[in-house]
Nanobody, 123 residues
């Protein structure tokens, strides 16, 4: 069982930056592939970024070059550095974990989810 708690969301102006954190419980965090997803109001949940246990990363097309995912296995934490934020980045951001070794953009393949943190970008 893995419990995930996101933090770091808030209100930011367009062009600004935010860093989200996701703290995970459990001793086997280093063996999980981690992902960030987001869900805007009235829309489906979409893949933002993912990082495998070995450090391989992948990003959604809309955030490539602006967002960076990283993990600190010693701290059981995964981060999402978000730069050059746009109004369309406004959403609830969720952290997720899966036991597979490969990053996948399919939310149904993730086993555990956090409660989400709101990111609002004002234009």
């Amino acid at each position: 069982q893995v419990q995930l708690v996101e933090s770091g969301g808030g209100l930011v102006q367009a062009g600004g930056s935010l860093t989200l954190s996701c703290a995970a419980s459990g001793r086997t965090f280093s063996f999980y592939t981690m992902g960030w997803f987001r869900q805007a109001q009235g829309k489906e949940r979409k893949f933002v970024a993912g990082i495998s246990w070995s450090g391989g990363v992948d990003y959604g097309d809309s955030v490539k070059g602006r967002f960076t995912i990283s993990r600190d296995n010693a701290k059981n934490t995964v981060y999402l550095q978000m730069n050059s934020l746009k109004a369309e980045d406004t959403a609830v951001y969720y952290c997720a974990a899966r036991q597979g070794q490969i990053v996948t953009p399919n939310p149904q393949q993730y086993d555990y989810w956090g409660q989400g943190t709101q990111v609002t970008v004002s234009s």
